[in-house]
């Protein structure tokens, strides 16, 4: 089945640095790939999503990059703020019927 | 206002007893799915509903069981089965054809006494 990992497991940035998380994937049939932010005692938040036929995405400060080819992905977070700091989680799926698979997670923390 | 809501935010659970946790969403989305999360890990699925009345088991559903007799309704019955119960309990959403996109609520921690 479906294995995705992801790293770093932490990962600690100055304000205003950027932040980059790494995820790879093992189902090359895999074509969506959501990011999810989850402060602490909350829920997962999705923030940003991209699908198999583009190769980037943005949304202001966040960006998302796939190479499908390497079967992997990452989360590029600029101007980091923070606000920004939380557990990411990427994820995998095949299909609109086949289980979301997640990573274990990366624990970001924006230093002031 | 639309969303999910998760209750009890915490709930104790005592030797022997079983405990539901509520999950509700008025988004009108036909699929409901309950996660597991266990501090430094990631989200492991216990069970999903694509369907009213039709619910299917995840990877790790053993010492749990639900319902979904409504749409907008599915809860979690953690039942004394269940040896290691402790854990952050997340329920999420989607909608029809687009399963993969999924919604979660605030969670329930679940601790025993």
């Known amino acids: 089945g479906e294995n995705v990992e992801q790293h770093p497991s932490t990962l600690s940035v100055q304000e205003g640095d950027s932040a980059v998380i790494k995820c790879t994937y093992s189902d090359s049939a895999s074509n969506y790939f959501p990011w999810y932010k989850q402060e602490l005692g909350k829920g997962p938040q999705l923030i940003i999503d991209?699908?198999?036929?583009?190769g980037e995405k943005k949304d202001q400060r966040i960006a998302v990059t796939l190479n499908k080819t390497a079967k992997h992905f990452s989360l590029h977070i600029t101007e980091t703020q923070p606000e920004d700091s939380a557990v990411y989680f990427c994820?995998?799926?095949?299909?609109?019927?086949?289980?979301?698979?997640f990573g274990p997670g990366t624990s970001l923390s924006v230093i002031p | 206002d639309g969303g999910i809501t998760q209750s009890p935010k915490y709930l104790f659970r005592k030797e022997g007893q079983n405990v539901t946790l509520s999950c509700e969403q008025n988004l009108n989305h036909d699929a409901m799915y309950w996660y597991r999360q266990d501090p430094g890990q990631g989200l492991r699925l216990i069970y999903y509903?694509?369907?009213?009345?039709?619910?299917q088991k995840g990877d790790i559903a053993e010492g749990y069981s639900v319902s979904r007799e409504k749409k907008e309704s599915f809860p979690l019955t953690v039942t004394s089965a269940q040896k290691n119960p402790t854990a952050f309990y997340l329920c999420?959403?989607?909608?029809?054809?687009?399963?993969?996109?999924?919604?979660f609520g605030p969670g329930t921690r679940l601790l025993v006494l």
């Open positions: 509903s694509q369907i009213v009345n039709d619910f």
């Open positions: 991209i699908r198999s036929n583009v």
């Open positions: 994820a995998a799926s095949k299909t609109s019927y086949d289980k979301v698979i």
């Open positions: 999420a959403s989607s909608i029809e054809g687009r399963e993969e996109t999924q919604y």
